[in-house]
């Protein structure tokens, strides 16, 4: 299978050489049943784990009855999804797309005929943040401040400005009269797991009402319950203009949204946008059945109590130095920033079975499902513990004998 992967599939992922059959809960297993606990839950999408029973059960319900439709037509899940979601966020209407690139183009669109339509052709530019992330599209990449995802593609979308993540100076640099929107990740996840200070995000609030500009969060990674509250903006008390939501959204099929405020809901109007696969009942479908999980297993405290867990041990890993130089994040996106490279390390975990997840080379990622508890933290740490320490005599090494060669 491997062999055949490398074959015909595009060696576009550092891919890892195992090959996954299964998954039950917290578990993967791969094809000569060897079990792996996920620690990156299929990139923060498998946010029930794997196979939850409801979820199946929805899936083979909905299935039988219609996969998809045109997005002219009426289908129940669609609507009582968006209602759903809009209840929950504050927004008051909802665009489906399939994956998050997709909603941050859609976001980009929008901002874009906002700030045109209301003060001409010059209202074009958004203020984003240096080492975000927001797609591998041509629009989601040019404001992602990464510009490692740009480069080799020729020209990106014109008019962005990078300012610095909790940098109210940087900030308000970056936005002008020409600004149509500030888009910022709540949480910045692919860029290394780091937070945003409530007051940037209120003076985000602030500029943008200044300015007439679009305030966009971007939770794809972070939102829908990630942080142990439906959303990361929440305790900030800044409420955004569009909100995109996707990786758990469809339960694990394609699902993405944005999200907008009361006014802008007509700002595209018949025929401005468009999704052929976007909100398909299958998809709204298991969106729905996803929050009602979330909401009657009480799975927002359960990710409060093991991320609060996980946090207090990856805090005492970076206390303890070594290779392990800081921790970060909320809920169940935390960071552990280490001073070697990860892969080295994944590799090792994932022959003890652990899929563990690095980003930016250097920063353990956990994105688990919800369903995570203090046991699997514990057992996670039976197996990062010695990896890091055997990382650190290795780096001691290295170091005696670059300083004995010069
Ligand atoms: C914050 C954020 N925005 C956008 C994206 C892009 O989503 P997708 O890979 O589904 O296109 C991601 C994916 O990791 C993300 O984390």
Redesign the pocket.
């Known amino acids: 299978m491997l062999a055949r992967d490398s074959e015909w599939l595009l060696p576009v992922y550092a891919r890892f050489p195992v090959a996954m059959e299964r998954g039950e809960g917290v578990y993967l297993f791969d094809t000569s049943g060897n079990r792996y606990l996920d620690l990156m839950g299929g990139?923060?999408v498998n946010a029930l784990g794997h196979a939850h029973p409801r979820m199946v059960r929805a899936t083979a319900e909905q299935a039988a009855r219609m996969v998809h439709l045109s997005p002219q037509y009426c289908t129940p899940a669609a609507g009582e999804l968006a209602e759903r979601l809009c209840l929950l966020s504050g927004m008051a209407g909802v665009f489906y797309s399939t994956?998050?690139?997709?909603s941050?183009e859609g976001a980009i669109k929008l901002a874009r005929a906002f700030g045109i339509e209301h003060a001409g052709a010059s209202k074009f530019r958004i203020a984003a943040l240096e080492g975000s992330?927001?797609?591998?599209?041509f629009g989601?990449m040019s404001v992602t401040g990464q510009s490692k995802y740009r480069d080799g593609f020729g020209p990106t979308l014109d008019g962005v400005d990078l300012a610095r993540k909790n940098d109210i100076a940087s900030l308000c640099s970056a936005v002008s009269v020409d600004t149509c929107a500030i888009l910022l990740?709540t949480v910045l996840?692919?860029g290394g797991v780091h937070n945003l200070d409530a007051e940037f995000l209120q003076e985000a609030r602030r500029l943008a009402h200044e300015y007439d500009a679009l305030l966009i969060l971007?939770?794809?990674?972070?939102g829908l319950g990630r942080v142990g509250q439906w959303f990361a903006f929440e305790q900030s008390g800044v409420q955004p203009d569009v909100l995109?939501l996707?990786?758990p959204l469809g339960g694990g099929l394609p699902l993405?949204a944005f999200l907008v405020s009361g006014e802008l809901f007509h700002v595209l109007g018949i025929g401005k946008h468009g999704s052929t696969l976007g909100g398909s009942p299958l998809a709204c479908r298991l969106g729905l059945e996803f929050l009602s999980t979330v909401e009657e297993e009480n799975l927002l405290a359960r990710v409060l109590d093991t991320g609060a867990y996980l946090s207090t041990h990856l805090e005492a890993l970076a206390r303890e130095g070594g290779v392990a130089v800081e921790a970060r994040g909320r809920g169940l996106i935390q960071g552990l920033e280490l001073s070697v490279p990860g892969r080295p390390i994944a590799e090792a975990a994932l022959e003890q079975g652990l899929m563990l997840n690095f980003v930016q080379g250097n920063v353990m990622r956990f994105l688990p499902s919800f369903l995570l508890e203090r046991k699997h933290v514990d057992a996670m740490l039976e197996v990062v513990r010695p990896l890091l320490k055997r990382a650190a005599a290795g780096k001691a090494s290295l170091e005696t004998t670059l300083v004995a060669v010069a």
């Open positions: 990139l923060g994956g998050g690139s997709e941050v992330y927001h797609g591998r599209t989601s990740e996840g692919e971007d939770e794809i990674q972070c995109i996707g990786k993405s």
